[in-house]
């Protein structure tokens, strides 16, 4: 049976926050039926309720906020190509734009508020949770072996933050009904062709279950 130290592992939570997850959020409308249908939100919970005390750290890595009109990028670059022009674009009942300073869009949703001892991670601008935060620093100063990742989305930040974790020297896990993206069909893709070829994917009981 797969092992993993309680010592050496880290959870890895990404962008929990009401742009995704909340109704009137920019890209809530995409992905609501996956959360939904998985039972997600309440995975991540149990997980998060479990894990606490067992492993020696949880991270939560929220996408850094954006001024409004989004001055840190200048239009018509090449931030505004892509992903990041789209969620600039988008609707919330809050306002235009993704990730808004000052508007619920960033904020981290009510039910996986961080406890005392969760660490969040700030500066995340980019699809790897890595590239523009102290992730890597943080985890190597904790000396974390194994990062078991969660959050949002399995195809884009959670695909991307493992890739980057497996090429930088980590163990990779993903709990996979810890994840959800905008279809069944983008999730299975990752479950089946990507992650095991990077890492271990487990279940969130298979994942506490192997915690020694």
């Not at 239009?75 to 300073?101: N, Q, S």
């Not at 699809?127 to 102290?134: G, M, P, R, V």
Request: net charge negative.
């Amino acid at each position: 049976m797969y092992k993993i130290p309680k010592e050496k592992v880290a959870i890895v939570l990404i962008e929990p926050q009401n742009d995704f997850l909340s109704e009137g959020g920019t890209m809530y409308a995409y992905i609501k039926e996956q959360l939904a249908e998985r039972n997600v939100i309440a995975n991540l919970q149990e997980l998060l309720k479990n894990a606490r005390g067992q492993v020696a750290k949880i991270f939560y890595v929220p996408f850094h906020p954006f001024n409004p009109g989004f001055p840190e990028l200048k239009k018509g670059g090449p931030a505004y190509e892509g992903l990041r022009g789209i969620e600039c674009e988008m609707t919330a009942d809050w306002g235009v734009g993704a990730w808004l300073r000052g508007t619920p869009g960033p904020e981290i949703i009510p039910q996986l508020t961080p406890e005392k001892d969760d660490i969040i991670v700030e500066g995340k601008k980019t699809l790897d949770a890595f590239h523009s935060t102290a992730l890597d620093y943080l985890l190597r100063a904790n000396e974390i072996e194994y990062v078991a990742f969660v959050g949002f989305h399995t195809n884009w930040c959670v695909e991307s933050s493992a890739r980057s974790a497996y090429d930088k020297g980590y163990r990779v896990l993903v709990i996979s009904d810890c994840t959800a993206t905008d279809t069944q069909e983008e999730q299975d893709y990752c479950e089946k062709w990507i992650f095991p070829k990077i890492g271990k994917v487990l279940t969130q009981k298979e994942f506490l279950a192997a915690l020694e």
